[in-house]
């Protein structure tokens, strides 16, 4: 190298042109740019030498504007589609020979720059240039059309981005549902969530905190979510929609029912007067109450079970989807159906007034209660009145004589609670709520232990003894429900613990949890040896499945599921229903506290219900009024059965913290202070 030879080089991946002035040391050279700072270049550093003339630091501005009318992409691609034929390579010089016809310093480097920069046509191999074959050439241009179509995806996305966050109305397109879902999945998941790389690239656009929460935010201030968004809900597998394929199946059934297998087997049971008794919100109806006398003075009882296997079959898309969901979900803003809404509140509840297919257990009971004879028949009836709890409750209050029906119901259903008694039953009365969210509004409705509940629950137990002895008594397998003996404190130490809330909490606390198995066996709590829920099947899949196999045995029909395939559908459900449960009990516990943080000056009376660390003074309260269970660390000694009267000092619901503070200690401190 000459010194006045004009180079190229690299610095940080940016091309530079400078002009050699001496050398330094055996290898290296100095250079000077255009605007004369001098530097040391290794030989490896130096991209490309123009030959030919001398050159000055001074030169090098007119040099480049000099280059910039020969360098034109579209003319390297005219020059692959000759050389590509000949196949032939080319270096600087020659191309600028073939393009410009000439091999000056200024040609040659445009020449250059043009192969250097090309990543469509060429491919350097040395000092030569040898044109790709057309099949590269044509997928290289098919990869760089859809680059630049996710470009312009990407660049529309945040324009539209920045219009809706300036209170434009947004139309998303597809491509930008997949960077608002991933942006979802980061709110929700935070660094766990699979493409979060997208979401932070979106935050990083628009200049938000590259977090979770930033995530959030950006969510709820463009409308998508609101502040309130059920984080529970998306960070499990729980479907909120039903697929296009699913609502088809469902419309078919309404505008052309399938056959009724059971429809030469239905006993004809619409002279029966059925009442209906649930919440007034309760959209899926599945059971009704029915009493009919018989010639020998006896009373037969009839719990009619809505008949869901009446539109679906096993194996079927609607059972596939029912078991998929495994249970209606209840939440305060509203319920995740098991089954596509159009059919659970439709043809597959027990509508008032209209003819509806059901499985009907009819039931005698002895004068103490125990279960004397049953029968189970599919059959149609014709629910007559639909009751919520507060009118049977009127009812019963009033002896509304032209009902004597309820009355006769709640007879029957008290003396069956007595007989369970006898029978070792595990009663825990503890005070529920259900938290109900309107719009902007929370409502929060204690439940009370009434009558009318009660008489439910009876029969709805009754018809699960019922089918559980049926099962057992046939051999069919069914999901059969039990419960360990558990072991309770001792009668003198449960007789120090004030009666009512607490003592049933230190009850509720030895209780074992319930088992689900296709083989009988003994239920503590209910005081039963056999035992099977079959009364929710359009809201849960165990109930549906024992209406499956009960119903296929009445009808002669080998029953769809064995044993084992049975057993294994259980567990197949289990995680989803335990899921489930999980998510209504968070959802109710965020509400909760911001019913709560929506109430800061309200005074709250409550119960110390049990010690979690008392060591630690926390322990478990309960809010009275409200049915509430939280956790509180106390400022003072207190006792199990304490009365306090507190205010929310904090809650925060998203980061499920709260805190009181007892009005009188309050009190007390301010008037030391």
């Known amino acids: 190298m000459e010194k006045g030879t004009l180079l190229e080089y690299r610095l940080q991946g940016e091309r530079r042109l400078a002009v050699a002035d001496r050398p330094d040391g055996k290898k290296n050279w100095i250079v000077i740019d255009e605007f004369g700072q001098s530097q040391s270049l290794p030989p490896r550093q130096i991209s490309y030498e123009v030959t030919g003339e001398q050159y000055k630091p001074t030169d090098i501005p007119r040099f480049r504007q000099d280059a910039e009318p020969y360098i034109d992409p579209s003319s390297l691609e005219v020059a692959w589609e000759i050389l590509v034929e000949e196949g032939q390579g080319v270096n600087p010089p020659e191309l600028a020979q073939f393009l410009f016809s000439e091999q000056t310093p200024v040609a040659c480097y445009a020449a250059y720059l043009l192969l250097s920069e090309d990543k469509l046509y060429f491919k350097q191999k040395g000092d030569r240039y040898e044109p790709r074959p057309v099949s590269q050439v044509n997928d290289l241009k098919h990869q760089q059309e859809v680059e630049r179509q996710k470009q312009q995806e990407w660049e529309e996305f945040v324009a539209r981005v920045e219009r809706s966050l300036a209170g434009e109305q947004a139309e998303w397109s597809n491509s930008d549902r997949i960077r608002i879902e991933a942006l979802e999945r980061y709110a929700a998941q935070g660094e766990d969530a699979k493409d979060r790389a997208t979401a932070k690239e979106t935050l990083s656009a628009l200049e938000r905190p590259d977090s979770s929460q930033g995530a959030f935010d950006l969510l709820v201030d463009l409308g998508l979510w609101s502040e309130h968004e059920n984080l529970f809900v998306r960070r499990t597998q729980l479907p909120t929609y039903f697929s296009t394929k699913v609502l088809e199946v469902a419309h078919r059934c309404l505008t052309s029912p399938p056959p009724d297998p059971d429809a030469d087997n239905r006993l004809d049971l619409t002279h029966l007067k059925v009442y209906t008794i649930d919440d007034e919100s309760t959209e899926e109806i599945d059971d009704g109450l029915s009493v009919e006398s018989l010639e020998d003075g006896r009373r037969r009882l009839w719990v009619h079970i809505a008949d869901p296997t009446r539109w679906l079959t096993p194996g079927d898309e609607l059972d596939l989807e029912a078991r998929r969901r495994c249970t209606t979900v209840y939440l305060p803003t509203g319920m995740v159906p098991m089954f596509p809404p159009e059919l659970a509140t439709g043809p597959m509840s027990l509508v008032q007034g209209e003819i509806c297919p059901a499985l009907s257990f009819g039931i ?160 503590a709590s209910l005081a039963l040896d056999n035992y099977t829920q079959v009364t929710s099947p359009i809201r849960r899949y165990s109930d549906l499945l024992a209406h499956f196999q009960i119903k296929a045995y009445l009808r002669g029909d080998e029953v769809p599921f064995s044993s084992q395939d049975l057993q294994d559908v259980m567990l197949s459900i289990s995680s989803s229903i335990k899921e489930a449960s999980v998510v209504e009990r968070q959802t109710n516990r965020y509400w909760a506290l911001e019913y709560l943080r929506r109430h800061p000056n309200q005074v709250w009376q409550v119960l110390v219900l049990r010690w979690l660390r008392e060591e630690e003074n926390l322990g478990l309260i309960l809010l009275e009024e409200l049915g509430m269970e939280l956790p509180w660390r106390f400022p003072r000694a207190v006792s199990l059965g304490e009365r306090l009267e507190v205010q929310v000092t904090h809650s925060d619901p998203r980061e499920d913290q709260i805190n009181f503070q007892e009005m009188l200690y309050q009190t007390a401190q301010t008037s030391i202070n």
């Open 364 to 523: 005698v009971l002895d004068d103490n209660g125990a279960v004397e004879d049953y029968t189970i028949h599919p059959s149609i009836i014709k629910p007559t009145y639909r009751l919520t709890y507060h009118d049977v409750d009127e009812m019963l209050q009033l002896g509304i004589q032209a009902e004597p029906e309820i009355a006769q119901i709640a007879e029957s259903a008290k003396k069956r609670q007595q007989w369970r008694d006898s029978q070792g039953a595990i009663a825990i009365s503890m005070p529920e709520s259900t938290i109900k969210v309107c719009g902007d509004e929370i409502f929060v409705e204690v439940l009370d232990d009434s009558p009318a509940r009660q008489l439910v629950a009876e029969m709805m137990i009754l018809t699960g003894e019922v089918a559980g002895h049926f099962g057992q008594r046939e051999n069919i397998p069914l999901p059969f429900r039990s419960q360990p003996t558990p072991e309770l404190p001792p009668p003198e130490e449960l007789q120090l613990l004030p009666p009512g809330p607490v003592r049933a909490c230190a009850i509720r606390r030895c209780m074992p949890r319930s088992e689900m198995s296709t083989k009988p066996g003994r239920h």
